[in-house]
């Protein structure tokens, strides 16, 4: 009974945990029911949204990178080639070494 003579004193101060309590049908004092949580998830909509905006993302961001390849394979390319003529130009050094000078 000291419950339901506190009640009124504790009812507008929601930090208090008297404040929790409430009446049932009988009229009993009982602790407040809260709603059971709801499934975690993401809604359909949520997840359009984030499709939608990678989308955009990815039309804006693409075609920066597609003259980005070409570059790329004209530069091997051109560093290849420089990597031929070095071996070229030590194939012929090593190659003057080994020949006989001529007499002349």
């Known amino acids: 009974m000291v419950i339901a003579l506190l009640l009124p004193i504790f009812q507008d101060e929601p930090s208090h945990p008297l404040s929790r309590l409430k009446r049932n049908q009988e009229g009993n004092?009982?602790?407040?029911?809260?709603?059971?949580?709801?499934?975690?998830?993401f809604t359909l909509i949520e997840i359009m949204v984030v499709v939608v905006i990678l989308g955009i993302l990815a039309a804006t961001i693409i075609p920066q990178f597609i003259g980005t390849t070409?570059?790329?394979?004209?530069?091997?390319a051109k560093s290849n080639i420089a990597e031929l003529e070095a071996a070229l130009e030590r194939f012929n050094i090593h190659l003057d070494e080994r020949r006989p000078l001529k007499k002349d």
């Open 29 to 41: 004092y009982m602790k407040k029911q809260f709603p059971q949580k709801r499934a975690r998830g």
């Open 70 to 76: 070409h570059d790329a394979k004209v530069s091997a």
